[in-house]
């Protein structure tokens, strides 16, 4: 595919679920600037990733809706006449997921199906992009980690999303309702929740390198873990909204430069010029439901829908730490 499948969102109305929060927010921006026709829905809970500023300077080129995607009335609503729907709205904390394991279900695996009931019922001829995770494979059996490699996630958040996954794509199967999935793995950059470590301890270790504090490594720091920068991450989705081919299809993203996290930190030190880190034991929360090494394999999107990475690690970090450092007063 060549860089025509940009051409499909122009004048297109797309619909993005969780479209105030990291990944969400990126694709917005893009969608935008092809010329499509935003429509952003987002709870706004405060614990999660949504944030305003996320939307700074789109405020007048889209539409925001603050609902819940629980809500069966305002997604029958908001789905009709759209052309797209990247469905993104997530609880995305997996140690949330085992204190509140009830409101995990409720976003990441019953409202997927209200979703996809709204469409199947209002707008059939809608097509879908999930935002699926790496984390439902669990520990890996062997690396890298296709998507032939079994599903047996360590926590309920794996669980639910598998669910959610797998709704999109017998409503693709069963009834045309066009639906695709995207595996993400540990996605970085620009707009992501960086208050706390809820959303990845990535975000959490962007924050104190940018205020030249310690970053803490759990355990030996040999866990190796593959990254991906937020708009890579956004080409895909556009890549997969855009072909037919990747219809009722599962696919993995993945990073070029699988690292260990004690490296990880080294490299965020270095590039920020401050900062230190220190290897600390486990949290026993975190330990139990920790997945070990991972890096995954991207050879089937990448031979389908021409998608690779294009940003390196290095390049990504310095620009995502140069956001924060430009954007703190939003953020912290
Ligand atoms: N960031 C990653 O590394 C990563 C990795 C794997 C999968 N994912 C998936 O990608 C998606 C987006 O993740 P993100 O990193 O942008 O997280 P995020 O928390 O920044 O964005 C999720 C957004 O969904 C919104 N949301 C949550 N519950 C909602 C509800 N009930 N109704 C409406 N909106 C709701 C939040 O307010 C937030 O803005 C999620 O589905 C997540 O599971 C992300």
């Given at each position: 595919?060549?860089?025509?499948?940009?051409?499909?969102?122009?004048?297109?109305?797309?619909?993005?679920?969780?479209?105030?929060?990291?990944?969400?927010?990126?694709?917005?921006?893009?969608?935008?600037?092809?010329?499509?026709?935003?429509?952003?829905?987002?709870?706004?809970?405060?614990?999660?990733?949504?944030?305003?500023?996320?939307?700074?300077?789109?405020?007048?080129?889209?539409?925001?809706?603050?609902?819940?995607?629980?809500?069966?009335?305002?997604?029958?609503?908001?789905?009709?006449?759209?052309?797209?729907?990247?469905?993104?709205?997530?609880?995305?904390?997996?140690?949330?997921?085992?204190?509140?394991?009830?409101?995990?279900?409720?976003?990441?695996?019953?409202?997927?199906?209200?979703?996809?009931?709204?469409?199947?019922?209002?707008?059939?001829?809608?097509?879908?992009?999930?935002?699926?995770?790496?984390?439902?494979?669990?520990?890996?059996?062997?690396?890298?980690?296709?998507?032939?490699?079994?599903?047996?996630?360590?926590?309920?958040?794996?669980?639910?999303?598998?669910?959610?996954?797998?709704?999109?794509?017998?409503?693709?199967?069963?009834?045309?309702?066009?639906?695709?999935?995207?595996?993400?793995?540990?996605?970085?950059?620009?707009?992501?929740?960086?208050?706390?470590a809820?959303?990845?301890f990535?975000?959490?270790?962007?924050?104190?390198?940018?205020?030249?504090?310690?970053l803490l490594v759990y355990g030996d720091g040999r866990q190796?873990?593959?990254?991906?920068?937020?708009?890579?991450?956004?080409?895909?989705?556009?890549?997969?909204?855009?072909?037919?081919?990747?219809?009722?299809?599962?696919?993995?993203?993945?990073?070029?430069?699988?690292?260990?996290l004690l490296?990880?930190a080294?490299?965020?030190?270095?590039?920020?010029?401050?900062?230190?880190?220190r290897l600390v034991p486990w949290p026993p929360?975190r330990r139990?439901?920790d997945?070990?090494?991972?890096?995954?394999?991207?050879?089937?999107?990448?031979?389908?829908?021409?998608?690779?990475?294009?940003?390196?690690?290095?390049?990504?970090?310095?620009?995502?730490?140069?956001?924060?450092?430009?954007?703190?007063?939003?953020?912290?």
């Amino acid at each position: 595919m060549s860089s025509s499948y940009l051409d499909t969102f122009a004048g297109k109305r797309a619909l993005i679920t969780g479209g105030l929060g990291f990944i969400g927010s990126n694709l917005a921006y893009r969608l935008v600037e092809l010329g499509a026709r935003v429509t952003i829905v987002d709870s706004l809970i405060p614990a999660y990733g949504g944030n305003l500023a996320n939307i700074r300077g789109l405020e007048d080129r889209l539409r925001v809706n603050i609902a819940d995607v629980r809500d069966p009335h305002s997604m029958k609503y908001l789905v009709c006449d759209q052309d797209f729907l990247f469905n993104l709205a997530g609880q995305v904390s997996h140690t949330d997921s085992m204190q509140d394991p009830h409101t995990d279900l409720e976003i990441n695996c019953r409202a997927q199906l209200s979703i996809l009931e709204a469409c199947r019922h209002n707008n059939s001829g809608i097509k879908i992009v999930f935002a699926s995770t790496r984390q439902i494979y669990g520990v890996p059996d062997y690396l890298p980690v296709d998507e032939r490699h079994l599903v047996h996630p360590t926590d309920v958040n794996g669980i639910n999303k598998t669910a959610g996954e797998w709704y999109h794509i017998v409503y693709n199967n069963v009834y045309g309702v066009r639906a695709a999935s995207l595996r993400l793995t540990n996605t970085y950059g620009p707009r992501m929740r960086v208050r706390d470590a809820r959303q990845t301890f990535l975000g959490q270790w962007l924050r104190l390198v940018v205020e030249g504090a310690e970053l803490l490594v759990y355990g030996d720091g040999r866990q190796v873990r593959d990254l991906n920068y937020v708009d890579d991450v956004v080409d895909a989705m556009l890549r997969t909204g855009a072909d037919d081919a990747a219809n009722g299809q599962v696919y993995n993203l993945g990073g070029d430069e699988p690292i260990s996290l004690l490296d990880l930190a080294g490299l965020l030190v270095e590039i920020a010029g401050r900062g230190s880190f220190r290897l600390v034991p486990w949290p026993p929360e975190r330990r139990v439901i920790d997945i070990g090494d991972y890096w995954g394999d991207y050879r089937k999107i990448r031979a389908k829908l021409g998608w690779q990475p294009a940003v390196s690690l290095r390049e990504g970090l310095g620009r995502t730490i140069a956001y924060y450092e430009r954007t703190r007063d939003d953020y912290w």
